[in-house]
Structures are given as C-alpha cells and as structure tokens.
C-alpha cells in the first residue's frame, strides 16, 4: 500500500478515528492508521477508549454495581434472591463482547464511510510523507495533504512500583483479573483510581486507594468533592490522602506498599496493585527528528488553539495535545480539525468540557467551581439541591448528593453545575447545553422538567440560586 490521501491520519482511538470519518463526509480522501493490538494479537481500531478505557471500564462498573446492589439493596425492595453468587467470567466476557462489537463497528465505519483503515504503525516524515509500517510488514511510504497526530496516551509509571503486569498493574491489567482480589492496593485516587477500584470493591475487595495529594479530588467543587468523599467513605473504600508511596516489596504474601504520609512511614500488605497517577502522551517513534513537530518538555505535541502543530499543515489531537484527557474533548478537536481542513470556520469551546467520574454516587461537572470563581474574583450566586428531595431519587434507592449551581450576580448567567449523584454524568447533559447556549439560571428555573425525573434536582438548583426552590428550606 503507497498512496497519496487528502487527509492521512495516525491513531484510530476516539479523537483519530472520528477526525477521520468527518474529513471522509467532506469528500477528501483519508487513510486513518492505528498500532493497537489485542492481547490475542488482532489489530483493531477505537484505541484506549474502545480497547482498554471507557468502554471496558464502564461495563465492568454497571456489572459490579448491578451486583453489589443485588447483594445489598433488592432485599429493601422485597426481592429476595437466595445466594448470590458472582460469575467473573462471565462478567469479564460480556465486558470483551462489548468491546469487540464497538471496536468492530469502528472498522464498519470507516468502510461505510469511505475512510481507508490501516493496521499498523505510522511516522511523520518531512514534507507531508507519512512512513505506513503494517504488522509484519515492509514499510510503505503515503503522502497527504494533511497529517492529524492523533496517538494517545499510555499510563504513567511509578519508580516506587514498577509494573510486573501481575500483581502490580496498570489500567488495563486492572480490567483483565480473573480472580477478585483479597486486598487490592491502588496508587492515585483520581478518576481511574476511583472507578476500579470502586468496581473491585463492589465484587468483594478490600480497597485502600493512596493519595499522594492530601485534597481529595482535588480538580472538582470542593463541596461536591466532600460530599463523595464521605460517600465513599460510608461505602468502605478506604481512601488515605497525602500519601506518598516510598517503595513496593514483593513478598510471599503478595506485595508490600510502603508509604509516607505527615504521620510517618507505613506498610500495608497487599494481593495486587493498581497503579493510576495519570497518562502521558505518546510519541514513541512517531516523529522524525525533521518533521518539524514540536514537543513540549512534558512530551505533549505543541499546538494552537485550533491543534495546528508547528510544522504547516500538520494537526495534532486528543491526548497526545494539551487539555484533559477525555475522550470527547479528542472527538470534538477531529471533527474541529477536518472541518478546518476543509475550509470550514469552526473552533472546540474549551470552556463548557464535561467531566464525569462514573462511581456510585456518580460525579459530573461543567464549567468552573467555586474555588476558581473566588480566586478570580466573580461576584457569582450559588444554588443546591439535595437528592434526599427528589422523589425519583427516593423511588430508584439513590438519594446521596447534590446538584450545585453557580452564576454570576449580575448577569444570572450560568458558570458552573456539580453534580454528585444518581446518573450525574447523563443530567450534566443538560447542564452542558445550558453553558454553551449561556443561559441564565432565570432560563432553567422556567424550563418545565418531567415529574418525578432526577432533572427536577437540576431545577430545582437553578430555583434555590434565587432562594426560590419549592421542595427545599431556602437559606
Ligand atoms: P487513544 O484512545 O489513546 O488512541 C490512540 C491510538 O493511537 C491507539 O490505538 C494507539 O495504539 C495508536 N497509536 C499510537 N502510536 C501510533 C503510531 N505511531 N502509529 C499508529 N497508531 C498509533 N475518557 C472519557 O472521556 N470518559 C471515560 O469514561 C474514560 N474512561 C477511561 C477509563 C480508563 C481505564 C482509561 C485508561 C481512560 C479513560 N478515558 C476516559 C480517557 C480516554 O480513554 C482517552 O482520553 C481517549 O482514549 C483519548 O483518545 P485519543 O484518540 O487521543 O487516544
Ligand atoms: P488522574 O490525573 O485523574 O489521577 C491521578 C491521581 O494520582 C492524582 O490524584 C494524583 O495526585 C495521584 N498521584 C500522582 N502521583 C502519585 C503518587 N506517586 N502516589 C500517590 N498518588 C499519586 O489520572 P488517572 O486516574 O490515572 O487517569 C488518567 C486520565 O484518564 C485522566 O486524565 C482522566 O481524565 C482519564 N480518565 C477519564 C475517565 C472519565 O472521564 N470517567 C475515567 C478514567 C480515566
């Protein structure tokens, strides 16, 4: 395979492969590469998202979820169930089904779509080449118009605890046990830390999560923070804040992790560890040193705010580029990229980026928190709304949590919604379309929400930022 393309891009994961599919609905002509291989050795496309992130994580969080309520709440129904046994097996090979299907229909889009898919690996070359080297290949050379870097990130490692891809794992290896752990050791309470090891928990582990930062949740609203942070306490995940992991042993007994903390050294013994203090960007043998890319000292790929690189038309998106590394930022910077590239005007609004942390209760936030609004000095209004009001939350058994809304003082425009909670991370939806329409919370408090619906909370948020929430005390 040579060839010439309008648009060739490198990475099929959530932010290359949706850039490709939209330069292919322009009419250009567009192969998109991507390296990743499962660990029976098939390439497919979707990338860490599809492959070994979002989507995996997520079945396996509604699984273990919908067990641990079975095995703790259907009996306040009246639904008794007898022994509850878990079934791993099948639980991971539902999650691999999942995976397969949508990694597969990746492939079926890009045929649909016009778009050439290619196994392999890919590398910049000066002056728009593009050296294709499929699995088990000679390399090829490809020539475009435009090239998107489009390649992702791969988990941090930690001195301290150097993976061995058994008892020590990354992400990926936390998704693939085939026995539930005893004790389950996990190094970051950030968003992975929390969601597996909130999964492993509910299948019946003992968590400790070690959180080098002595602020839990540190990049979310403080109170929404504090609220899920005693939520989880309740839960039994064990979460230790400022604690710096100094080393790990690997003993007959598994492994153990020792670490400091404002009180001193500590050990605890573990089965497995998963360690989760974020990704880095990946570039491995991506660049020719003449390609003209620049790279951050951080390892990131500079770009501007429409993700042109340094060399000309060169683009680069997802998380090998600054921003947080979150799959639809990645999607919305490809669409904004082949739309740019064929001649449309268009930009990523970076500021209304949701997040959404899928433990139970779930996390979700839009916009700023109150910290920054303080620390920048707007005179804004805030509003909350309790789940334990809500008669949607009561009837599923889900009535932890809050909705916060913030919004400027004089203007009533929305600033920011925090959501712990029922299904958060599908009522910030709401919440999103609010902030990119900049509406007022005046706009909300006269939208009519379904009754009874978790959206009541959302209302009634945007009422109680005027004292005027119906089924609240105003203070
Ligand atoms: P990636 O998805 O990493 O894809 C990059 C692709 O490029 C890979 O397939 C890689 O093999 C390929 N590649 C790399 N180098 C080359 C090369 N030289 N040639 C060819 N191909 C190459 N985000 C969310 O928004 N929501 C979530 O719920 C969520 N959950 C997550 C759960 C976990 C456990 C993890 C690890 C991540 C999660 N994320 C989530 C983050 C999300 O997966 C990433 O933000 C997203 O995948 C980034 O997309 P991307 O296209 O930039 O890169
Ligand atoms: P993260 O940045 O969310 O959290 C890493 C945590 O590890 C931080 O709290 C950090 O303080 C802590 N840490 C760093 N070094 C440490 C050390 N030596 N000892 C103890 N703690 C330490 O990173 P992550 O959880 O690995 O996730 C990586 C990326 O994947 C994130 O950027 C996230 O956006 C993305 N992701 C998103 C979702 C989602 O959207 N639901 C889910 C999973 C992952």
Known sequence: MSGKYDVVVIGAGPAG?????????????????????????????????????CIPSKALLESSELYHRAAVEFAG?????????????TMQGRKDRIVRDLSGGIASLFKAGGVTGLFGRGRLLPDLKVQYTPHDGEPELLEADHVILATGSVPVE???APYDGERIVDSTGALEFDKVPARLGVIGAGVIGLELGSVWKRLGAEVTILEAMD???????????????????????DIRLGAMVRETEHTADGILLKYDDKQGGHEISVDKVIVAVGRRAETAGLLDPLAGVDVSERGLIEVDAQC?????????????????????????????????????????????????????????????TEEQLKEAGVDYKSGTFNFAASGRAKAMDQDAGLVKMLSDVRSDRILGVHICGPLAGELIGEAVLALEFEASTEDLQRTIHGHPTLTEAVHEAALSVDRRAIHAINR
């Open 17 to 53: 492969y949706v850039a490709a599919i939209r330069a292919a609905q322009h009419g250009l002509s567009t192969a998109c590469i991507d390296a990743w291989l499962t660990p029976g050795g098939e390439p497919v496309f979707g990338g860490t998202c599809l492959n070994a992130g």
């Open 77 to 89: 129904h009246g639904i008794q169930i007898g022994n509850l046994a878990l079934d791993l097996d």
């Open 158 to 160: 930690l001195a301290a």
């Open 215 to 237: 602020k839990f949740l540190f990049m979310a609203d403080g109170q929404i923070a504090r609220e899920a942070q005693r939520q989880f306490k309740k839960q039994g995940l």
């Open 308 to 368: 042109r690189t340094t060399a000309s038309n060169v683009w680069a998106v997802g998380d090998v580029v600054r921003g947080p590394m979150l799959a639809h930022k990645g999607s919305e910077e490809g669409v904004m990229v082949a739309d740019l590239i064929a001649g449309k005007v268009t930009e990523v609004n970076y500021d209304v980026i949701p997040s959404v942390i899928y433990t139970a209760p779930e996390i979700a936030w839009v916009g700023r």
